[in-house]
């Protein structure tokens, strides 16, 4: 599975930004996003589970993010809304397959000021 992300950039706090990220290959089960910020680890923002049945959000992105796809699970978008600064972060796209093995897009830097 390969992933490419597009999106992101500078934008001012309260803002709005939307990535997207491209699969190709074998079919998978979970699309979602990860980000990093500088000196922490990685962490959850937000999945599509079961073909985008069910969608998780991480607690400080609840009601400011949305993640959506295309019909065939080939594209996911997120869109991010009142971006806030400690948005900031390289933004990290993520496919799991049922085999629980992960794929990862080159990430994309999101930074908000304030």
């Known amino acids: 599975v390969q992933l490419q992300a597009y999106g992101g950039g500078l934008v001012q706090a309260g803002g709005s930004m939307r990535l997207s990220c491209a699969a190709s290959?074998?079919?998978?089960?979970?699309m979602g996003w990860f980000r990093q910020a500088p000196g922490k680890e990685r962490d959850f923002v937000t999945a599509l589970i079961g073909n985008g049945r069910s969608r998780r959000y991480a607690d400080s992105v609840k009601g400011r993010f949305t993640i959506s796809r295309d019909g065939a699970m080939d594209t996911v978008w997120l869109q991010m809304n009142t971006l806030k600064p400690e948005d900031t972060a390289v933004y990290y796209c993520?496919?799991?397959?049922?085999?629980?093995?992960?794929?990862w897009g080159q990430g994309t830097q999101v930074t908000v000021s304030s």
């Open positions: 290959g074998p079919t998978v089960n979970i």
């Open positions: 993520n496919a799991r397959n049922k085999a629980f093995h992960d794929y």
